[in-house]
C-alpha cells in the first residue's frame, strides 16, 4: 500500500497521455492569430510614422529599432495569450508531485510557442527562406530582382547621363542591355567589375557621353560605389532583422512556457500557494 502511493506521488497512474493536445492546438490558434492582428496594427502604425519627406516622420534608425522592439512585443503577447490558454484548457492531472505538474505545464508552453511557429512559417515561406539564405544567396536574390524589375537602370541612367559633348554612337539600346549585365555580373560574383570590364565600360561611357577617359572611369567609380553601398544597406537591414527575430522568438518561447505556469496553476487553484519547485521530503 505505501509503495503504490509512492508511486501514485511520482507519476500518473491512469497510464493516460502527459499532453493535452486540444489545449495545445487551441492556444497555438490563438497565438497565430493574435500574431497577424498585432502585425496588422503593425503595419497602419508604420504608415503612419514614415513619410517620402525628409523633414517628416521619423528617422530610418529609429524605425528600425522600433520595429525590433515592436517584434519583441508581438512574440510576448501572442506567445503568453497561447500558453495560458493551453494551460487554463489541459485536462486536470490526478496523482501527479507539483513538480511534474510544473514541468507538463511549461512544456504545454513550449509546445503552442512550437507549433504557432512552425505554421507561421509554413504561411511565411518565402521571406523565411530568403531571410536564412545566407549573405551569399541573398546578394544573388537581390542581383536577380534588378534584373527582373529593372531597378539596375537608374544606375545606367548615371552612367550615360550625358555629358558636355554627348556623342551618339552604337545602338543605345544595345549599350544599356550591355551595360545592364555587366553591373548584374558584378553583383552576383561579389568582387565588383573586373579590370577588363571597367576599361570597358569606362571606354563606352566617353563614346556615349563625351566624357574624358578618366572622367568616365570616375564616373564608373562612383556608380559601382553607390551600388555597393547598396547592397551593403541591404545587407545590414537583413542582419538586423534576423537578430530581432531571433531574439523575439527566444523571449516568446519564455512568455509561453510561463504564462502556461500561471493558466496549469490557476486551473489547479494551486497558483501562488506553494513554491514552484519544491524537493519532495521523505519521512524518516
Same mark, same amino acid.
Given at each position: 500500500?505505501?509503495?503504490?502511493?509512492?508511486?501514485?506521488?511520482?507519476?500518473?497512474?491512469?497510464?493516460? @497521455?502527459?499532453?493535452?493536445?486540444?489545449?495545445?492546438?487551441?492556444?497555438?490558434?490563438?497565438?497565430?492569430?493574435?500574431?497577424?492582428?498585432?502585425?496588422?496594427?503593425?503595419?497602419?502604425?508604420?504608415?503612419?510614422?514614415?513619410?517620402?519627406?525628409?523633414?517628416?516622420?521619423?528617422?530610418?534608425?529609429?524605425?528600425?529599432?522600433?520595429?525590433? *522592439?515592436?517584434?519583441?512585443?508581438?512574440?510576448?503577447?501572442?506567445?503568453?495569450?497561447?500558453?495560458?490558454?493551453?494551460?487554463?484548457?489541459?485536462?486536470?492531472?490526478?496523482?501527479?508531485?507539483?513538480?511534474?505538474?510544473?514541468? /507538463?505545464?511549461?512544456?504545454?508552453?513550449? *509546445?503552442?510557442?512550437?507549433?504557432?511557429?512552425?505554421?507561421?512559417?509554413?504561411?511565411?515561406?518565402?521571406?523565411?527562406?530568403?531571410?536564412?539564405?545566407?549573405?551569399?544567396?541573398?546578394?544573388?536574390?537581390?542581383?536577380?530582382?534588378?534584373?527582373? @524589375?529593372?531597378?539596375?537602370?537608374?544606375?545606367?541612367?548615371?552612367?550615360? /547621363?550625358?555629358?558636355?559633348?554627348?556623342?551618339?554612337?552604337?545602338?543605345?539600346?544595345?549599350?544599356?542591355?550591355?551595360?545592364?549585365?555587366?553591373?548584374?555580373?558584378?553583383?552576383?560574383?561579389?568582387?565588383?567589375?573586373?579590370?577588363?570590364?571597367?576599361?570597358?565600360?569606362?571606354?563606352?561611357?566617353?563614346?556615349?557621353?563625351?566624357?574624358?577617359?578618366?572622367?568616365?572611369?570616375?564616373?564608373?567609380?562612383?556608380?559601382?560605389?553607390?551600388?555597393?553601398?547598396?547592397?551593403?544597406?541591404? /545587407?545590414?537591414?537583413?542582419?538586423?532583422? @534576423?537578430?530581432?527575430?531571433?531574439?523575439?522568438?527566444?523571449?516568446?518561447?519564455?512568455?509561453?512556457?510561463?504564462?502556461?505556469?500561471?493558466?496549469?496553476?490557476?486551473?489547479?487553484?494551486?497558483?501562488?500557494?506553494?513554491?514552484?519547485?519544491?524537493?519532495?521530503?521523505?519521512?524518516?
Amino acid at each position: 500500500m505505501e509503495q503504490t502511493l509512492a508511486t501514485g506521488a511520482r507519476g500518473d497512474l491512469s497510464g493516460k @497521455s502527459g499532453v493535452s493536445w486540444a489545449a495545445v492546438v487551441a492556444g497555438a490558434v490563438v497565438s497565430c492569430a493574435l500574431t497577424l492582428v498585432l502585425l496588422a496594427f503593425g503595419a497602419g502604425v508604420g504608415f503612419s510614422v514614415v513619410s517620402p519627406w525628409g523633414s517628416e516622420g521619423v528617422s530610418a534608425t529609429t524605425f528600425k529599432i522600433g520595429t525590433g *522592439l515592436y517584434f519583441i512585443v508581438i512574440a510576448m503577447i501572442s506567445s503568453a495569450v497561447g500558453g495560458y490558454l493551453a494551460g487554463r484548457l489541459r485536462a486536470k492531472w490526478v496523482g501527479i508531485d507539483s513538480n511534474e505538474i510544473t514541468f /507538463r505545464d511549461t512544456a504545454h508552453g513550449l *509546445l503552442v510557442w512550437a507549433l504557432a511557429t512552425v505554421v507561421g512559417a509554413a504561411l511565411l515561406a518565402a521571406p523565411a527562406s530568403a531571410l536564412i539564405g545566407g549573405v551569399g544567396a541573398a546578394t544573388s536574390t537581390v542581383a536577380s530582382a534588378a534584373r527582373s @524589375s529593372g531597378a539596375m537602370d537608374g544606375y545606367v541612367d548615371q552612367l550615360l /547621363r550625358a555629358g558636355p559633348a554627348p556623342q551618339a554612337q552604337g545602338n543605345p539600346s544595345e549599350s544599356r542591355g550591355e551595360l545592364t549585365r555587366l553591373l548584374t555580373s558584378s553583383v552576383e560574383n561579389g568582387d565588383g567589375l573586373s579590370a577588363g570590364d571597367r576599361s570597358y565600360v569606362a571606354n563606352l561611357v566617353a563614346a556615349r557621353t563625351g566624357l574624358s577617359q578618366a572622367d568616365a572611369e570616375q564616373r564608373v567609380d562612383q556608380v559601382v560605389t553607390g551600388l555597393k553601398s547598396s547592397l551593403e544597406d541591404a /545587407r545590414q537591414a537583413g542582419q538586423q532583422l @534576423s537578430i530581432w527575430l531571433t531574439l523575439s522568438l527566444f523571449i516568446g518561447a519564455l512568455s509561453a512556457c510561463l504564462a502556461a505556469m500561471e493558466g496549469g496553476g490557476l486551473r489547479d487553484g494551486t497558483w501562488g500557494k506553494q513554491p514552484v519547485f519544491r524537493r519532495n521530503s521523505t519521512a524518516t
